[in-house]
């Protein structure tokens, strides 16, 4: 079973951010830090180890720096449940809307999730072992009256199907599908697993139907093998460990915790309901408390906190003294430079031009960009960001969805075409108008 990889030290986990993410070494080393604690909690004394509660840590910076990618690299990194929830979607007990619990009851349902991904990766093989011995039986039916031939037809048409042979052929199989009431459970405000509880049993009373399909036999080998797979899963053991994970190594990011915030010298900001509300109901799940989910008692007491918020009207003071407190160490992230732009652009392994490098290449066309085209990018970037509106690292998908826009549209119509170099004058003449035009840009770009 894959389990959660904490054996990193602070320093290697920030070098594999290195690969994703530019700058704010401060945000990193503070992550890093946060992660290798779990590990040397989990290797302290049992007496004390349950003592021992993660430093949830607060982030601070504009939008588009790399916030939330941080936190979802480092979950990714180590596989530890994750989930990301917007704080200003929260309302206080008493009015309609989501309460702050729901945020612990999706951690849980996505750690099941994993989990039996994982669970069902390990035991793939034996998944499609299974679905070819159902394909052999709807091709070659097991038979009484002479078993030795039947056995010796049967291999033959195994060699057929292993070597894929027989992927084209149509075979009808039986698919079970769980029938759903399409009716959606309302429930009132704090009674959300109630509600889904309800809905989970309406779903049960459907029962699961089988329901027969012509399908070619590489697709029936995908779903047949799937729904081995789900069969052999113990889904008791999948709920345990995912709790376990939950608990022990679950990470919730909060974003826009400043719209939570109350200006004390602007006043209110708006008709959101109860800002100081939301943030005394979000208290004791930060300290540390047990919430009910559809899979049982969830204790939050080791599970890491991450607020995020820009904080340009309110700032971290704004919250209340014993959230504040609850989130100890504070990061600032610093906002994105030309210079930043061009390595965001040239050094992570998912940079945005390799994507499209990548999209392209399924048409047959390599696509490869000028360094003086990827340097008037960045230019442009940092330049609409500062006259328009700073949107981080976003702008950059912006300006190179518009800068390819002719070229996606043209390809695959254009056959002769084989590769595409993008250099600045290409840059300049798709850009011009529109960086020239600050209304435009401020729609488009």
Same mark, same amino acid.
């Given at each position: 079973?894959?389990v959660?990889?904490?054996?990193?030290?602070?320093?290697q986990i920030?070098q594999?951010?290195v +690969?994703?993410?530019?700058?704010q070494?401060?945000?990193?080393?503070?992550? @890093?830090?946060a992660?290798?604690?779990?590990?040397r909690?989990?290797k302290a004394?049992e007496?004390?180890?349950?003592?021992?509660v993660?430093?949830n840590?607060?982030?601070? /910076?504009?939008?588009?720096?790399?916030?939330?990618?941080?936190?979802r690299?480092l979950?990714?990194m180590?596989?530890?449940p994750?989930?990301?929830?917007?704080?200003?979607?929260? =309302? &206080?007990?008493?009015?309609?809307?989501r309460d702050?619990?729901?945020?612990?009851?999706?951690?849980?349902?996505?750690?099941v999730t994993?989990?039996?991904?994982?669970l069902? &990766?390990?035991?793939?093989?034996q998944?499609?072992?299974s679905?070819?011995?159902?394909i052999? !039986?709807?091709?070659?039916p097991?038979?009484?009256s002479?078993?030795e031939?039947?056995?010796? =037809?049967?291999? %033959?048409f195994?060699e057929?199907?292993?070597?894929?042979?027989?992927?084209d052929?149509?075979?009808?199989?039986?698919?079970?599908?769980t029938? *759903?009431p =399409?009716?959606?459970?309302?429930?009132?405000q704090?009674?959300e697993?109630?509600?889904m509880?309800?809905?989970?049993?309406?779903?049960?009373?459907?029962?699961k139907?089988?329901?027969k399909r *012509?399908v070619p036999v590489?697709? @029936?080998? =995908?779903?047949?093998?799937?729904?081995?797979?789900? %069969?052999?899963?113990?889904?008791?053991q999948?709920v345990?460990?995912? #709790?376990?994970?939950?608990?022990s190594h679950?990470?919730?990011?909060i974003?826009?915790?400043?719209?939570?915030a109350?200006?004390?010298?602007?006043?209110?900001?708006?008709?959101?309901?109860?800002?100081q509300?939301?943030?005394?109901?979000?208290?004791?799940?930060?300290?540390?408390?047990s919430?009910?989910?559809?899979?049982?008692?969830? %204790?939050?007491d080791h599970i890491?906190?991450? /607020?995020s918020g820009?904080? +340009?009207?309110?700032?971290?003071s704004?919250?209340i003294?014993e959230?504040q407190?609850?989130?100890?160490?504070?990061?600032?992230?610093?906002? #994105?430079?030309?210079? !930043?732009?061009?390595?965001i652009?040239?050094?992570?392994?998912?940079?945005? *031009?390799?994507?499209? &490098?990548?999209?392209l290449q399924?048409?047959g066309?390599?696509?490869?960009?000028?360094?003086?085209?990827?340097?008037e990018?960045?230019r442009?970037?940092?330049?609409v960001?500062?006259q328009?509106?700073?949107?981080?690292?976003?702008?950059l998908q912006t300006?190179l969805? *518009?800068? #390819?826009?002719d070229l996606l549209?043209?390809?695959p119509d254009?056959?002769?075409l084989q590769?595409v170099?993008?250099?600045a004058a290409y840059?300049?003449k798709?850009?011009?108008?529109?960086?020239?035009?600050?209304?435009l840009s401020?729609f488009?770009?």
């Amino acid at each position: 079973m894959n389990v959660v990889q904490l054996e990193r030290t602070p320093q290697q986990i920030v070098q594999e951010l290195v +690969h994703y993410i530019i700058g704010q070494k401060a945000a990193k080393r503070a992550m @890093a830090v946060a992660l290798r604690n779990r590990w040397r909690r989990m290797k302290a004394e049992e007496t004390i180890r349950e003592e021992i509660v993660p430093a949830n840590i607060l982030m601070i /910076g504009p939008t588009g720096v790399g916030k939330t990618e941080i936190a979802r690299r480092l979950a990714k990194m180590v596989r530890a449940p994750f989930i990301k929830v917007e704080a200003s979607k929260f =309302t &206080e007990v008493g009015y309609v809307g989501r309460d702050v619990e729901s945020m612990v009851r999706d951690l849980a349902e996505s750690a099941v999730t994993m989990v039996r991904a994982e669970l069902q &990766e390990e035991i793939r093989n034996q998944a499609e072992e299974s679905a070819e011995k159902l394909i052999l !039986d709807i091709l070659i039916p097991p038979s009484s009256s002479d078993p030795e031939l039947n056995e010796r =037809t049967r291999e %033959k048409f195994r060699e057929k199907l292993q070597k894929g042979e027989l992927n084209d052929r149509q075979i009808e199989i039986e698919i079970q599908e769980t029938k *759903t009431p =399409t009716m959606q459970i309302f429930g009132p405000q704090g009674m959300e697993e109630m509600g889904m509880n309800f809905q989970e049993l309406l779903g049960s009373l459907g029962g699961k139907k089988k329901s027969k399909r *012509t399908v070619p036999v590489s697709e @029936a080998r =995908t779903i047949l093998a799937e729904q081995e797979a789900q %069969k052999m899963v113990n889904q008791d053991q999948v709920v345990q460990i995912a #709790l376990d994970r939950v608990q022990s190594h679950g990470i919730i990011f909060i974003d826009e915790i400043d719209k939570i915030a109350e200006n004390r010298e602007g006043g209110s900001r708006g008709p959101d309901v109860s800002r100081q509300g939301v943030q005394r109901d979000l208290l004791p799940i930060v300290e540390g408390s047990s919430v009910n989910t559809r899979y049982g008692v969830v %204790k939050t007491d080791h599970i890491l906190f991450i /607020g995020s918020g820009a904080f +340009h009207v309110s700032r971290p003071s704004d919250l209340i003294p014993e959230l504040q407190g609850r989130f100890p160490i504070r990061v600032e992230l610093d906002s #994105l430079t030309e210079e !930043d732009f061009y390595q965001i652009l040239t050094i992570p392994r998912n940079a945005l *031009t390799r994507q499209y &490098e990548a999209l392209l290449q399924s048409e047959g066309v390599e696509l490869t960009f000028s360094d003086d085209a990827l340097k008037e990018i960045a230019r442009i970037a940092a330049h609409v960001n500062q006259q328009v509106e700073n949107i981080g690292a976003r702008r950059l998908q912006t300006i190179l969805s *518009t800068l #390819l826009e002719d070229l996606l549209y043209s390809i695959p119509d254009d056959f002769g075409l084989q590769s595409v170099n993008i250099d600045a004058a290409y840059v300049e003449k798709q850009l011009k108008d529109l960086v020239m035009d600050k209304d435009l840009s401020h729609f488009i770009l």
